[in-house]
């Protein structure tokens, strides 16, 4: 047991080396900093010495891999790759475009992404387990077809329609809560309700109708069958036996993504105003500032390998099987 | 010749998937194991609904995949012929009338006058404020009391034509009824009676107006949803082409030869699922605009800038995103490896590659075919999300996303801009609900675990 | 409120009734279920009584309607299943007529179930005894403490050893005969008085099952109820059964006490079903096997007359036209009962010989003197235990520890074992299907000796057309996307055997198919056309298309029902007449051993202990083992007593020391544990591992 988690957290060493590698062949290789430099400067009648500038303030100068210029240890260490990627594993991001340090940035953005991504998440996950099982429970009637039709028909509707939709009828039609912004401390929740709901009902349709197969799938099972010739009531067997079995999947399912909620939604967040890392990411891409993308790739990525380790200990959790072996 | 065709490289990779599909249509026809899941999905009400829905989809992109540039009049002074610089589609020339009748600005679905206030002539030479009449929405009006009349009789003869229409139909593939009566045609064709219900009016209104109304810039909404066809469907299929040789090798070579095989593609994969899908993408498109930008030589039109982008999305979108089904075969392979015929195969020291080519790739196609289904709708929806952040499709190709990304300040006009929204929702929706409907079906009758219940 | 009161309240209804009085009463049922457009009657117009502290037996093969039978009575049909007639009287009350509510009070309560599988039919995540005080709980408003007790004193009554332990465990730390044993405590729990028990010893060895027919014979006595038992094990029904009933094709066929039916069973298709058994009294014999196939529950009701007609030996006239009735053969409640027009005629039964007997040429003494064909010495496979943080190797489960063989031309070598002894293991590595880790497996070849188990691939292919293997499954044995041309041809062209160009190919390919008894036009289908026995016989032309001169039949007839296992055993015997072929025929089924084999040898957890001629084997076993394997083997024709085996067999990754045997041995001795047994000859063809055939405990570790 010990031993296994001791494995899978060693595993995440070369699997964030992976990481770093790709988004420096990205980043560097396919476009060197000159390309860089020209784009940011504009590609018409730029001087070298404006590009040469540009490289020296951002620290792009040197050389990618290997420098021969430099002695000793620097050798390696006064690169590109040494000094933007292997940075990152001390969460040392470095500065921004305007000049703004980056780790500092993303402290400050976890909490309102959070406070965003967590209700959606938890509110969500009942909403969709309680559906399903409904459907589950009324299966082969109308409607559980209707709820599968509905299910289906929810997950065909792009989420920016969700979002604009939603900021029309509420916002705009009715009044009832701000179009968008944010505040801190207890004021944040006028701003949080849209978006939550909105969270809510975008991610509805795919969930709803996974869990209610899984549910269904359980159902079928021979266990089920002995419950029933016990004499147990539909409703018993179907929390007792069929959701705590359905449970496994689900949560395991889930448990993945619960680190990368400080990560938080891009598109509502940018939508909303809400100032957390996913409208950062954005305004990151659309200002075209590598180096908090790049800084963005680092953290998702650590967030999801925190939720591959975090899916292994809750099937220990969950599932008898795994506990005692 | 008074066409030069040009071949842009989705158009004819759009092409040889059709060819493909249509071989592997008559290969399936042929073998009854193949073809009895297909004749159970067509055999649900939903998946035929679908498959017409997508069928009407498929001729517009189709259509809007058979470039040319057309010839110009006069000949050119070393006496060869030279052809406009325009890239056209066998949709642009159909939908010429669309094309040509650009308005100034905003204009209300089949209004006479535009949406939005400017300073007029007046006929007595003065200039004042107010709404000045369309170039083309109602134009041929000499009165605007007449535009109820109008409309009523234009929608009238669309409906007849469509009505028509369907009675032909009705009566061309009675023979086809007959022969194969499982099928449920009423549904399919209610699908088709409706649509042609629908564009019956609107290909007669769009003669004299703007049926869906014009956007900022005065194009015609119509135009722009039939056009936004072409893209959703080349982000959505080719994207697979790229998958499906990374997800078929990886999967199955990882679950078959296991050991320190399957260890490094797993290590690949679980790296390239770490890093968020969005971001990395982003990643990728950023780069690729840099490069694109810093070798401004290698793309000489402007048309075929915008379709190696949406060439690049596509190759993007395909490496970030076979994971999942490398994850799905690399499981099924384990547990096929270990079936007595492969076993059986093994005794005979048939080798490795038949092994694989005869005993497991045939027997993981199902999963293949669900997964390609349920993939189409997934992708013309992240579509609309990269373009929204800018790291989608390029700015000057028409599609669900750019149309939503230019309207999405409009809901909150006053009073408010309502149509081209609406639009793209509508095609989306039915495009997004038709692929996920025929998903739906395809699974059920290819996933033996679904019909495990019944027996 | 104690415990015994709480007892005496419960038995009220079972102490009322006298042993012998009607409990349960089958009135015409009819369950239909709906396949895609087809109805298929599943369970067509059944009807038979329960009484009281009898044990009933639903014998049937696969697909008769026998499950479908137990389900109805509980209204537990699958969601495409439906009653459509007929009655279900629980005493006096019509369980069919019942609302679903007073259903549920009637299910667990007063009449219970036991499945097949007990690997699936107990929840994984719910204790032991969570899923037992559930039903106290349910029906008998018994919480907490109490509940706990009871569910205590019920593992002790199923004998769970250590039972208080077991309660707070789960299913899967559980072995199947523990966990078989819960299913039942949880369904005796509130002491009903019906207990169905649908296939429940089925998924079990045959020593594990001994124990829980045992088990169930010993509960039925003590508490007076009554068992429905579904079957199609007739040895089962030997054991256990008071009276029996046949089913056919969705229909009760003939009824009898055990002793009317298992002497003089009276319907053709019981008479066949029997002749149809393999056995050492039939051997030298091909065995009768059923021709044809049971017509489809889909369209019976199209059939005028008997369902059986169009398969019978015996059938007459109006048989085809004329569905017969079911006739009573005397007075009596316990009178025999059959549905066949024979009996009308008043014939008299015919359990005459059912094909001409054609005797085989076979040389019971002399084997020895056949040449060796393969000789396995010492082969071994291991499988590493991976642990810890670098996955070191920590152990090693020996699944095949040292196992000596020897095949001779033309001979059957029976390797018989319980699951997990690692039998199919040690069939695959001398195939090197897997890899072994050690040992000879040695080929004769033209003069030349070729050690199959260090040839590299290359040279491993130019023999593996010697070497052929029949799987179990006929279902996974055949690739789904192939035509049958394609798979015959495959080792043919892949091993540049059996015909030389296409043309030499197809006839070869014709010739096997006839060989195998298909038709030709089999050729152009595909696998999931065909019934169970045919794609066996499929596997089998693949198998011979190489022209091999030993075939690996990994329990080739466990998936079959018997009637068509007898044609596939007729149909081996057959090859090996004709061909000379050989065969090591490995198998957990004794009867199939004593009618086919020559040679036999007995596998315990990866190793032989006991090997020798069959008749010596069989007729003189000497390791312990050896004896509770025959004695557990439920016999049609007489009950032998059974030697108990307490417990189950132990992991291959830690075996007991010394004798691997010993802790579940009768017959162990402090010696046992010293040291694994030298192989003791009992006769020149005849060895066992075992101390008690030493001359004195000590030399046994010599």
């Not at chain 1, 559980?144 to 705009?172: E, P, R």
């Not at chain 3, 496979?381 to 095949?407: C, E, N, S």
């Not at chain 3, 059996?498 to 198919?513: E, S």
Request: glycine share 8%; proline share 5%.
């Amino acid at each position: 047991m010990f031993a296994y988690i001791v494995r899978r957290v060693l595993y995440a060493i070369p699997i964030l080396i992976g990481v770093n590698l790709i988004t420096f062949t990205l980043f560097f290789v396919v476009n060197t900093p000159d390309d860089m430099a020209r784009m940011h400067l504009g590609t018409k009648r730029v001087t070298a010495e404006a590009i040469s500038k540009w490289k020296l303030e951002r620290g792009y100068d040197k050389p990618l891999l290997w420098n021969t210029t430099a002695t000793g240890s620097a050798k390696l260490t006064s690169t590109i790759f040494f000094e933007r990627s292997m940075r990152l594993f001390r969460f040392d991001f470095g500065a921004a475009e305007d000049g703004r340090d980056i780790a500092r940035e993303i402290r400050g953005r976890m909490l309102p992404s959070f406070a965003l991504a967590l209700p959606v998440f938890l509110v969500g996950l009942a909403v969709n387990i309680s559906f399903a099982l409904m459907l589950a429970f009324f299966r082969a009637t109308y409607l559980d077809t209707w709820g599968v039709v509905f299910c289906v028909a929810m997950m065909s509707v792009s989420t920016l329609f969700y979002i604009i939709g939603g900021q029309y009828l509420i916002s705009k039609l009715w009044h009832l809560v701000p179009i968008s912004g944010y505040a801190r401390g207890p004021d944040a929740l006028r701003f949080l309700v849209l978006p939550v709901i909105i969270g809510i009902v975008s991610g509805f349709g795919t969930s709803a109708r996974l869990y209610r197969t899984l549910f269904l799938e359980e159902m079928s099972k021979d266990y089920v069958r002995t419950a029933k010739a016990k004499g147990l009531a539909e409703r018993v067997v179907m929390f007792r036996h069929v959701l705590r079995n359905a449970m496994i999947p689900i949560l395991t399912g889930v448990v993945v993504v619960l680190p990368a909620l400080f990560f938080g939604s891009l598109i509502t967040e940018s939508f909303f105003g809400i100032p957390g890392l996913g409208s950062y990411t954005i305004d990151a891409i659309q200002a075209q500032d590598f180096a908090v993308v790049r800084a963005m790739v680092f953290i998702g990525s650590v967030l999801y390998i925190l939720g591959l380790l975090a899916t292994d200990l809750s099937y220990t959790l969950v599932d008898p099987r795994v506990r005692f072996q | 010749m008074p066409l030069l065709p040009v071949f842009l490289p989705t158009d004819v990779l759009l092409w040889l998937l059709v060819i493909a599909a249509v071989g592997y249509g008559i290969y399936c026809a042929r073998r009854p194991h193949l073809a009895q899941p297909w004749s159970r999905v067509f055999r649900s009400p939903g998946a035929v609904v679908a498959g017409v829905l997508l069928g009407c989809y498929l001729l517009i992109g189709l259509a809007d995949s058979l470039h040319f540039r057309a010839r110009l009049e006069q000949a050119s002074a070393s006496g060869q012929a030279a052809y406009a610089p325009e890239v056209l589609s066998l949709l642009d020339v159909a939908l010429a009338r669309l094309r040509a009748g650009t308005e100034r600005s905003y204009s209300a679905p089949l209004a006479t006058r535009a949406f939005v206030r400017e300073m007029v002539e007046q006929p007595d030479g003065t200039t004042r404020r107010g709404f000045p009449r369309l170039r083309q929405g109602g134009a041929h009006l000499e009165d605007e009391s007449q535009w109820t009349e109008d409309i009523a009789r234009r929608a009238l003869l669309g409906l007849a034509c469509g009505a028509a229409l369907w009675l032909l139909l009705l009566w061309s593939i009675r023979p086809l009824m007959r022969r194969a009566p499982a099928v449920p045609w009423r549904a399919g064709l209610i699908t088709v009676g409706v649509l042609l219900a629908l564009s019956g009016p609107v290909v007669v209104l769009a003669g004299g107006y703007h049926v869906l109304g014009t956007d900022k810039v005065g194009q015609d909404v119509l135009l722009l949803s039939l056009k936004s066809v072409r893209t959703s469907l080349v982000i959505g299929t080719l994207t697979t082409l790229v998958i499906l040789p990374f997800g078929i090798t990886f999967g199955v070579v990882a679950g078959y030869f296991r050991g320190w095989v399957d260890d490094v593609i797993q290590y690949v994969y679980t790296t390239l699922n770490s890093i968020p899908g969005v971001l990395l993408i982003a990643a990728a498109v950023l780069m690729m605009q840099v490069y694109v930008d810093s070798h401004p030589d290698l793309f000489p039109t402007a048309a075929q800038r915008a379709d190696l982008r949406l060439l690049f999305l596509c190759i993007i979108l395909g490496v970030t995103s076979w994971t999942g089904l490398t994850r799905l075969l690399r499981g099924e392979t384990l547990k096929l490896a270990e079936l007595e015929y492969v076993q059986a195969a093994h005794a005979f020291g048939v080798s490795h590659g038949r092994v694989l080519s005869r005993h497991l790739v045939p027997n993981l196609m199902h999963i293949v075919v669900i997964s390609v289904a349920i993939d189409f709708s997934t992708l013309v929806l992240t579509e609309a999300v990269l373009s929204y952040i800018g790291v989608g499709v390029d700015p000057t190709t028409v599609s669900f996303g750019t149309m939503i990304n230019g309207a999405r300040l409009e809901m909150s006009r006053e009073p408010i801009v309502w149509w081209s929204l609406s639009a793209a929702f509508v095609f989306m929706f039915t495009l997004v609900l038709s692929a996920n409907l025929l998903a739906d079906a395809v699974r059920d009758a290819f996933d033996p675990r679904v019909r495990i219940g019944v027996a | 409120m104690s415990d015994a009161t709480q007892r005496t309240d419960r038995a009220g209804p079972t102490a009322s009734g006298a042993a012998g009085e009607r409990v349960l009463e089958v009135d015409g049922l009819q369950t239909d279920l709906a396949s895609g457009a087809e109805i298929v009657h599943a369970v067509d117009g059944v009807s038979f009584e329960l009484r009281r502290g009898e044990c009933f037996a639903l014998v049937g093969e696969s697909g008769c309607g026998k499950s479908m039978t137990a389900m109805s009575l509980m209204r537990l049909l699958p969601a495409a299943g439906e009653i459509t007639g007929g009655a279900v009287r629980l005493e006096t009350q019509d369980l069919l007529a019942l609302p679903e509510v007073a259903m549920r009070a009637v299910r667990g309560r007063r009449v219970a179930m036991i499945f097949q599988e007990p690997a699936t039919s107990l929840n994984p995540v719910l204790t032991v005894g969570r899923q037992i005080t559930e039903v106290l709980e349910r029906h008998l408003d018994m919480t907490g403490q109490a509940a706990r007790r009871r569910a205590l004193e019920l593992l002790d009554a199923v004998g769970v050893p250590d039972a208080a332990r077991r309660l707070e465990e789960y299913p899967f730390q559980l072995s199947g005969g523990l966990r078989q044993r819960v299913m039942i405590a949880a369904a005796l729990a509130a002491d009903p008085e019906v207990l169905i028990a649908d296939e429940a010893t089925t998924a079990l060895d045959v020593t594990i099952q001994a124990q829980i027919l045992e088990l169930l014979q010993g509960l039925q006595a003590a508490r007076g109820m009554a068992i429905l038992l579904i079957t199609h094990d007739l040895g089962i029904v030997a054991r256990l059964a008071d009276r029996v009933a046949v089913m056919y094709a969705g229909e009760i066929v003939e009824f009898g006490t055990r002793e009317g039916v298992m002497r003089a069973p009276q319907h053709p298709y019981t008479q066949m079903l029997f002749a149809s058994l393999p056995s050492a009294s039939r051997r030298g014999m091909p065995l009768a096997a059923i021709p044809g196939q049971v017509p489809s529950l889909a369209r019976v009701h199209t059939l005028p007359g008997c369902r059986f007609e169009a398969r019978c030996n015996q059938a007459l006239a109006r048989c085809r036209d004329v569905k017969p009735p079911m006739i009573a053969l005397g007075q009596g409640v316990d009178a025999g009962r059959v549905r066949c027009h024979l009996r009308s005629e008043g014939r008299a039964a015919a359990r005459a010989p059912l094909s001409a007997p054609e005797i085989w040429a076979e040389a019971e003494a002399g084997e020895a003197s056949a040449p060796t064909l393969l000789r396995v010495e010492n082969l071994q496979v291991h499988f590493p235990i991976q642990r810890g943080i670098l996955r070191r190797t920590v152990g090693t489960v020996r699944a095949v520890d040292g196992v000596d063989l020897l095949l001779r031309e033309g001979r059957t070598l029976a390797l018989v074992g319980e699951s997990g002894c690692g039998k199919t293991t040690a069939g695959k590595a001398i195939l090197r299907l897997i890899e072994p880790s050690g040992g000879r497996v040695t080929l004769a070849e033209s003069g030349a000796q070729v050690d199959l188990a260090t040839l590299s691939r290359a040279a491993l292919r130019g023999r593996r057309g010697v070497m052929q293997i029949v799987f179990q499954d006929p279902f996974a044995s055949l690739n789904p996307r192939m035509r049958v041309r394609e798979i015959l041809e495959e080792g043919m062209v892949s091993l540049g055997r059996g015909g030389a160009d296409a043309a030499a190919r197809a006839q070869r390919v014709a010739a096997l198919l006839e060989q195998v008894g298909l038709p030709g036009e089999a050729l152009a289908r595909y696998p999931h056309e065909f019934s169970g026995g045919q794609r066996q016989r499929i596997a089998i032309a693949r198998a011979l298309a190489v022209e091999p001169r030993l075939i690996v039949c990994d329990e080739p007839t466990s998936a079959l029902d018997v009637s068509v296992q007898a044609q596939i055993l007729n149909l081996l015997k057959q090859l090996q007449q004709d061909l000379g072929l050989s065969y090591l025929f490995i198998t957990h089924n004794l009867a199939v051993v004593e009618y086919l084999a020559h040679e036999i040898a007995v596998m315990y957890l990866g190793r032989i202990v006991e090997r020798g001629a069959v008749h010596e084997v069989l007729r003189r076993p000497q390791h312990p083992y050896t004896r509770a394997l025959l004695s557990a083997v439920p016999e049609v024709d007489g009950v032998r007593e059974v030697i108990r085996l307490g417990g189950e067999p132990p992991s291959a990754a830690n075996p007991p020391a010394g004798c691997h045997f010993h802790p579940r041995c009768p017959q162990v001795r402090p010696d046992c544990r010293a040291a694994y047994p030298p192989a003791i000859a009992a006769s020149p063809t005849h060895t066992a591992r075992c101390v008690l055939l030493a001359p004195s405990p000590g030399s046994a570790r010599a």
